[in-house]
């Protein structure tokens, strides 16, 4: 059977992107934040996981305003990147596993999440950053990826509440896929951070650590906010949080910290880490 080894959630700043094309790695700007992934490098280079199920949001790449599903879920062979306006280079296809993609999507639509399959899907920044740095330099890369869209601009955005209860039925379907596969699960956005308007370039840390603090031990904690609360507490795309939440819910057993940071600000937002690994249930 297909079993959840853990999860990493990180922010997925454009600025990231360029840093890593321009290979201002050693830079002494960028050195503190790059060298935060090698505890994640390690842990990966030691589970091996075969399949990256990643969780983000789309921002007027693949859907746009006119046309936004609520959680779409990729069901292509390969999933391909473009610019849409950051002026970052575009990478190579993602190979996808089609077979998985459409066992997650009969589990979740039976489970009563009635999802969108998306027999083609462009993934943006937010789908390109995190992979190239859990596996800069690696090219393909090393795991198979099933993107997992959750809407994360066009309001009414999901619940976190529902979030939660989506996080939990998609690590029900990964782990009831018969392949024995090592799944990754990824969340990608956050943390705090507000792109325009009056309060552009917010931060919250005291709410950061909160998240980081409590996505550990009591993800249901951040079910008591509403959207529009955590944008005021986080900003206006602070809401890119309920990716992390869903990742975390994924996890089905017994959840550990292997490593997180926390850096501000990286261009406009707190960027942040959590590598969390996931133990079977007794
Ligand atoms: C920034 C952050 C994001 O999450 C994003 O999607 C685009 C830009 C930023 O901080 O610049
Ligand atoms: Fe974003």
């Given at each position: 059977m297909a079993r959840i080894v853990g999860a990493i959630t990180t922010s997925h700043v454009p600025a990231i992107g360029k840093a890593m094309a321009r290979r201002l790695q050693q830079d002494p700007e960028w050195k503190p934040f790059f060298d935060g992934f090698d505890p994640a490098h390690r842990w990966l280079d030691r589970v091996k996981p075969d399949v990256a199920v990643v969780i983000y949001n789309d921002h007027g790449l693949g859907m746009f305003l006119d046309k936004m599903p609520t959680f779409a879920v990729g069901a292509a062979a390969e999933y391909r990147n473009a610019d849409e306006g950051w002026g970052l280079p575009v990478v190579p296809p993602f190979p996808g596993d089609p077979g998985f993609s459409w066992h997650l999507i009969e589990s979740l639509i039976a489970d009563e999440f009635d999802i969108t399959s998306c027999q083609e899907m462009l993934v943006d920044h937010a789908f390109a950053i995190p992979m190239n740095l859990m596996w800069p330099d690696k090219q393909p890369k090393p795991v198979r990826s099933i993107p997992v869209l959750v809407n994360g601009i066009q309001h009414p955005l999901p619940l976190p509440s529902r979030c939660f209860k989506f996080g939990r039925a998609l690590g029900r379907a990964i782990e009831s896929y018969p392949e024995d596969l090592k799944v990754l699960v990824v969340g990608t956005g956050g943390m705090s951070h507000q792109?325009?308007?009056?309060?552009?370039g917010f931060i919250n840390k005291e709410f950061d650590r909160m998240c980081l603090e409590k996505l550990v031990?009591?993800?249901?904690?951040?079910?008591?906010?509403?959207i529009q609360e955590i944008a005021e507490l986080a900003g206006a795309q602070g809401v890119e949080i309920i990716m992390w939440l869903i990742a975390r819910a994924a996890l089905t057993g017994h959840v550990s910290k292997v490593h997180s940071q926390y850096r501000v600000p990286v261009s406009n937002t707190a960027a942040g880490l959590l590598v969390l690994q996931n133990a079977a249930a007794a």
């Open positions: 792109l325009d308007g009056k309060r552009a031990d009591d993800p249901q904690a951040l079910t008591r906010y509403s």
